[in-house]
């Protein structure tokens, strides 16, 4: 069965400092991996994806993830945090065969000034 | 464009209430989702209609009804919800892309009150 992790459900960083977020996952086929942000009161909005192809993700407002299959990891990378990017973070797997999304528990992202 | 749209914003209803979630999506997507989702929670998927059939239910209370009356609209029908159905429902549709893989788009959710 597939299964997501996310390591730390809170995360601060200082405005400006690098942001990591961690994902890892279990799978046995190859993943379509993504990641959402959710901002407070408000849907899920698509930052980033993996399906197929370069490994190394660019998304919106600056962020991109890295698929390395040997480590099942998808961490979510920013260079510079920004007051802005405060938010709950999710990593989703599409689960093989079905139209499920596997989600991740959540990392709250607090920017610090 | 990768618009779900969802109305009501917010809604209160009694417990004696019923009333209805619609959600919309103009980009011909053939999958729809709802989700529940509790705070400081990850989504809970409640049902998937593909191409206009019911083809998940998570075992959901049958106090939830859903509705897809054509491949852009979904609803999903409230009836003698208890308090702990209080929540934020999502909903969603599923790209399929050329090549593999799919992604789904979320709208901005109905935040529901019961009392």
């Known amino acids: 069965a597939q299964s997501v992790t996310q390591l730390g459900s809170h995360v601060s960083v200082s405005e400006g400092a690098l942001v990591l977020l961690r994902c890892n996952y279990s799978?046995?086929?190859?993943?379509?991996l993504f990641w959402y942000v959710q901002y407070p009161n408000q849907g899920l909005q698509l930052l980033l994806k993996?399906?197929?192809?370069?490994?190394l993700v660019k998304g919106i407002n600056g962020f991109e993830a890295e698929f390395k299959k040997s480590e099942t990891s998808f961490h979510l990378t920013k260079p510079s945090a920004h007051m802005s990017d405060a938010a709950e973070y999710f990593c989703?797997?599409?689960?093989?065969?079905?139209?499920?999304?596997?989600f991740g528990t959540g990392t709250r992202l607090k920017v610090l000034a | 464009d990768t618009e779900v749209t969802q109305t009501p914003k917010h809604l209160v209803m009694g417990m004696t209430n019923k009333k209805s979630l619609k959600c919309e999506q103009h980009?011909?997507?053939?999958?729809m989702y709802w989700y529940k989702q509790k705070a400081k929670k990850p989504p809970e998927l409640m049902f998937v209609?593909?191409?206009?059939?019911?083809?998940i239910n998570e075992s959901v209370p049958s106090r939830f009804s859903p509705e897809c009356p054509n491949s852009s609209l979904l609803n999903l029908h409230l009836h003698a919800l208890q308090p702990e159905d209080s929540a934020l429902y999502l909903c969603?549709?599923?790209?399929?892309?050329?090549?593999?893989?799919?992604?789904?788009?979320f709208g901005p959710g109905t935040r529901l009150l019961v009392l």
């Open positions: 969603a549709s599923r790209q399929e892309l050329a090549g593999g893989g799919e992604t789904q788009y």
């Open positions: 799978s046995s086929v190859p993943p379509y």
């Open positions: 993996y399906t197929t192809g370069a490994t």
């Open positions: 989703a797997v599409s689960e093989s065969g079905t139209y499920k999304y596997i």
């Open positions: 980009m011909g997507h053939r999958a």
């Open positions: 209609y593909s191409y206009e059939k019911l083809s």
